[in-house]
């Protein structure tokens, strides 16, 4: 058989998948409306046959996967590659074993490629659409907004202002933004002033002892928190913007402080915590020792120091009289927001020159309400995305 023909009737299992999904829910829907009535005594429903697929020898399986993998390099195509993690429980065992994280591959498969570091030589590229109206952020994975097609969705946000500050919450989905929703990444907290940024996290940081936010963390103990709920923001980061009221100070200068990644993940055979799962029950047992499983050894993250980035100087251009950067063609327009992030270290942490001159995170703008992003280890895209929102907050104090 051909790997078309695996393809398409993969594509077709798939929607297989959907359509028991959705008579099992139509099923629970009538049962929860008759249930008052008497039913009468029936036969049970055969389960489910297995097609062929299921019972495949695991030489033969794991090289279908791997041709499927290999072939299917981008989205939308990619999808197929979650549906092979869907057909049953082998299938989606030696799926996880073939697919290699970002770091690895350069690619961005399953929703916890979010959460992992991106790749170490080429950035993946992703840009940002602004909604004014409904005060949202929609970040997409490819080089520029497609006409025809339709984007790779990776994660969104939602701006809400309060008394004290502003948040920007972090969902998988461009249509709930609820904490108690199993689509919650996380969120942006703003100081009044706009100047200093947290950014937590629903999960804690693989072995890491990172404090959760004290107001959540009070939900551990109560025997009412439902299973795939996020229980618990993290403080993962802070972005801190300095002042310069009297704007003598040029462009806006910021530092990133990223407690959950220790300096040590850029040093020479340095690596970064990976998580490899999104945590499945969370209820009155939960705490941060049974943190997701990731890869990498154990550090304890609140022994070492953490890896600080900070703005690339800009040079002053004479002739256009104006701070330029070289964003290589994937920054257009100017503007305040732009910004390049390198590292910032020590002498004494011994990270190469070459090292802190890399490019960490860029962010720029290419049209109204257009933005790109592109990032690479050792951040992961959600870190790098709520590190690009806190350009979006108004910072009079800072500009």
Same mark, same amino acid.
């Given at each position: 058989?051909?790997l078309?023909?695996?393809v398409?009737?993969?594509?077709?299992?798939?929607?297989?998948i959907?359509?028991?999904?959705?008579?099992?829910v139509?099923?629970?829907?009538?049962?929860?409306?008759t249930?008052?009535?008497?039913?009468?005594?029936?036969?049970?429903?055969?389960?489910?046959?297995?097609g062929?697929?299921?019972?495949?020898?695991?030489?033969?399986?794991?090289?279908?996967?791997?041709?499927?993998?290999?072939?299917?390099?981008?989205?939308?195509?990619?999808?197929?590659?979650?549906?092979?993690?869907?057909?049953?429980?082998?299938?989606?065992?030696?799926?996880?074993?073939?697919?290699?994280?970002?770091?690895?591959?350069?690619?961005?498969?399953?929703?916890?490629?979010?959460?992992?570091?991106?790749?170490?030589?080429?950035?993946?590229?992703?840009?940002?659409?602004?909604?004014?109206?409904?005060?949202?952020?929609?970040?997409y994975?490819?080089l520029?907004?497609?006409?025809?097609?339709?984007d790779?969705?990776?994660?969104?946000?939602?701006?809400?202002? @309060?008394?004290?500050?502003t948040?920007? !919450?972090? %969902?998988? *989905? $461009?249509? &709930?933004?609820?904490?108690?929703?199993?689509?919650?990444?996380?969120?942006?907290?703003?100081?009044?002033?706009?100047?200093?940024?947290?950014?937590?996290?629903?999960?804690?940081?693989?072995?890491?002892g990172?404090?959760p936010?004290?107001?959540?963390?009070?939900?551990?103990?109560?025997?009412?928190?439902?299973? @795939?709920?996020?229980?618990?923001?993290? !403080?993962? %980061?802070? *972005? $801190?913007? &300095?002042?310069?009221?009297?704007?003598?100070?040029?462009?806006?200068?910021?530092?990133?402080?990223?407690n959950?990644?220790?300096?040590?993940?850029i040093?020479?055979?340095?690596n970064?915590?990976?998580?490899?799962?999104?945590?499945?029950?969370?209820?009155e047992?939960f705490?941060?020792?049974?943190?997701?499983?990731g890869?990498?050894?154990?550090?304890?993250?609140? %022994?070492?120091?953490?890896l600080?980035?900070?703005n690339?100087?800009?040079?002053?251009?004479?002739?256009?009289?104006?701070?330029?950067?070289?964003?290589?063609?994937?920054v257009?327009?100017?503007?305040?927001?732009?910004?390049?992030?390198?590292?910032?270290?020590?002498?004494?942490?011994?990270?190469?020159a070459?090292?802190?001159?890399?490019?960490?995170?860029?962010?720029?703008?290419?049209?109204?309400?257009i933005?790109?992003?592109?990032?690479?280890?050792?951040?992961?895209?959600?870190?790098?995305?709520a590190i690009?929102?806190?350009?979006?907050?108004?910072?009079?104090?800072?500009?």
């Amino acid at each position: 058989m051909s790997l078309k023909s695996i393809v398409r009737e993969l594509k077709e299992m798939r929607d297989g998948i959907g359509s028991i999904s959705r008579r099992r829910v139509e099923s629970r829907h009538c049962h929860s409306c008759t249930k008052s009535h008497i039913v009468p005594d029936v036969t049970p429903l055969e389960p489910i046959r297995q097609g062929p697929w299921a019972n495949l020898p695991p030489e033969l399986l794991m090289d279908i996967i791997r041709r499927v993998e290999e072939s299917e390099t981008s989205w939308p195509a990619r999808a197929v590659i979650v549906s092979c993690a869907s057909v049953c429980k082998s299938w989606r065992v030696a799926t996880k074993e073939i697919v290699k994280t970002p770091e690895q591959c350069g690619r961005l498969t399953f929703p916890i490629s979010l959460k992992q570091p991106g790749p170490r030589e080429s950035p993946i590229q992703c840009f940002i659409r602004r909604n004014r109206e409904t005060s949202t952020f929609l970040l997409y994975l490819g080089l520029v907004p497609l006409e025809n097609e339709a984007d790779k969705l990776l994660l969104a946000a939602k701006k809400i202002r @309060r008394a004290r500050g502003t948040d920007f !919450v972090i %969902s998988l *989905v $461009a249509n &709930e933004f609820s904490r108690s929703s199993n689509t919650y990444v996380g969120k942006l907290r703003s100081n009044f002033l706009g100047t200093k940024f947290t950014i937590y996290d629903s999960q804690p940081p693989y072995e890491a002892g990172v404090i959760p936010n004290s107001r959540s963390s009070r939900k551990f103990h109560s025997n009412q928190v439902s299973p @795939r709920v996020p229980a618990c923001n993290y !403080v993962v %980061s802070t *972005v $801190a913007y &300095e002042l310069n009221v009297l704007r003598t100070r040029g462009p806006r200068r910021m530092h990133c402080t990223m407690n959950s990644i220790p300096v040590l993940a850029i040093q020479e055979g340095g690596n970064a915590p990976t998580p490899t799962s999104f945590p499945q029950v969370i209820d009155e047992h939960f705490s941060p020792s049974s943190a997701p499983k990731g890869k990498g050894p154990v550090t304890d993250l609140n %022994s070492v120091d953490p890896l600080v980035l900070k703005n690339k100087a800009p040079r002053w251009h004479e002739q256009l009289q104006c701070w330029c950067l070289n964003f290589k063609g994937r920054v257009t327009v100017a503007s305040v927001k732009n910004f390049q992030l390198v590292a910032a270290v020590d002498p004494s942490h011994n990270v190469s020159a070459a090292e802190q001159e890399k490019v960490i995170l860029q962010f720029g703008k290419i049209g109204k309400d257009i933005f790109t992003m592109d990032y690479r280890y050792p951040l992961s895209a959600s870190q790098a995305f709520a590190i690009c929102l806190s350009s979006f907050d108004t910072k009079p104090a800072c500009e």
